[in-house]
């Protein structure tokens, strides 16, 4: 779904949502969530990210991400649309979130 201004979440609406997930933080300077996973090793982080990839695409909301340290991956998402975070991200941060588990 695309989300405008109108759709940001205001930094306390973002703590909110935040206590229902585990790991993530929110970054208000850059108006972002993150969280780190670590993975078995590089080739199971690999195919996390083509895991996380497809749940992205089906969403139609696309993270960054980074693979550092062989095995960790950090992602971090915001709604470029909407100038920060919306449900759209809260909704992807709990599909990694099940991913990952």
């Known amino acids: 779904m695309e989300r405008g201004p109108e759709d940001q979440f205001s930094d306390a609406e973002v703590a909110v949502h935040l206590e229902k997930l585990s790991g993530w933080t929110y970054t208000p300077e850059s108006h972002s969530i993150t969280k780190t996973y670590t993975r078995k090793n590089f080739l199971d982080a690999a195919a996390f990210i083509q895991e996380a990839a497809n749940i992205a695409e089906k969403q139609d909301h696309h993270p ?15 709604t470029h649309s909407a100038g920060g975070v919306t449900q759209n991200d809260i909704d992807l941060a709990e599909a990694l979130d099940k991913a990952a588990a």
């Open 64 to 78: 960054d991400v980074l693979l550092h340290q062989y095995k960790l991956l950090t992602f971090t998402l915001s």
